[in-house]
């Protein structure tokens, strides 16, 4: 089949990570598979991109533009079909779909979700459906937050021909709250990020002085400033340490700001943890494996999931995790990570206090890490999906790519009849 697929996102977040993670693995196997990616982005194609038959690049231009046309056409074209039940007089509602005709794609994998075709079959992933989960957190609730994301993502899942999440857990929710038959959802766990398995042993000189920035032990959490993050509960663990057992531990935390950074700092100020806890703002990918080298563990205490990317990278450098125990999260971890309450800084207090004394405890869980950091790599991921995508064709067989279907109109419905 002729697979399409928008290139993955450039900034280095979670989300981010995943699809690069994913679009590699993709790129690594799709010769072993009888399908061309077609891929699709504002950028030219990279040099060093393999010239075979299997890869196409198509450079696409003005997609703002487009969007705001596509945007037009989509309200419409509602109109027509909530309120007259007409069928819609455009065809494409998406800035892509003329892209998707024009090359014949039969089947679209969305690696970015906001890239929805109108009419190509499409598989997208999910890690998370967080306004679903926490709907009362502000960024799921203010400012019409929540009615967004159901639109988007309600639709986006309803509508694709194959869901795939990370986890059995993940499966469940997406059942439970879109009613999807399970026969359209597959589990692929997802991938350690590919430079967490390949950084070298050695730190480099950037890497060795974001860490000396920190001046002392550390426990390191790499997360934006969202409230979900849970924060709070890793800055109350770092009070009781200090307080009940005299153990003065940094924090430092990376990320950049989405809304909650001020109350952050405003109960840092609270806490008196002013000297104890250090923002290190977006950092790139070589400072990014100098803090976990450096740190005591990971320290995870997010309410959302699933699926998390930051265990994986810290699995694969070597970086003890303790982690929230969320539902799904002994699935993602495979025994691998320190599991506490997500909202008991007491208990979290205890395994980072049992981390910082027990080196021989320590010592086991980065052995537990780097093998569960090595059981799904970006190549396995991409087999995976394109063996998936590739049982679909029996279905995808039944129409050919491009076709129209006339409208049928109804005019009697105008007139309640």
Known sequence: MRIGLQAPRKKGGGAETFEQELFEGLLAAVHEHPHTLVIFSKHPRPADLANGDQIKWIRV??????????????????????????????????????????????????????????????????????????????????????????????????RAAIVGVGTETGKQEVMRFYQVPENRIQVLPFPTPRFALEAGSSLTPAQTSIAGKIGGEYVFFPANFHAHKNHATLLHAIAILRDRHGVILQAALSGEDWGNLAHVKEMIGRLGLGRQVHFMGFVSREQLIGLYRGALALVFPSLLGPDNIPPLEAFGLGCPAIVADIPGAEEQMHGAALLFPPTDESALAEAILKVHKDREFRESLIVQGRMRARQFSSQDVGQATLRIIGEFEGIRRCWASGDHYPSRYNVARLFGE
Not at 102 to 112: K, M, P, R
Not at 132 to 139: G, N, T
Request: charged share 20%; glycine share 6%.
């Open 61 to 158: 231009g003005s997609v703002g533009w487009r969007n705001l046309a596509a945007n037009a056409k989509r309200l419409i074209n509602w109109g027509l079909n909530h309120l007259f039940h007409l069928p819609s007089p455009f065809r494409n509602e998406h800035w892509i779909d003329a892209y998707l005709h024009d090359q014949q794609i039969e089947f679209f994998l969305n690696l970015v979700p906001e890239t929805t075709p109108t009419e190509v079959p499409y598989m997208v992933f999910i890690w998370d459906l967080m306004h679903r989960i926490l709907p009362f957190f502000p960024e799921c609730s203010q400012r019409g937050a929540w009615v967004r994301r159901e639109a988007r993502l309600g639709q986006m899942i309803r």
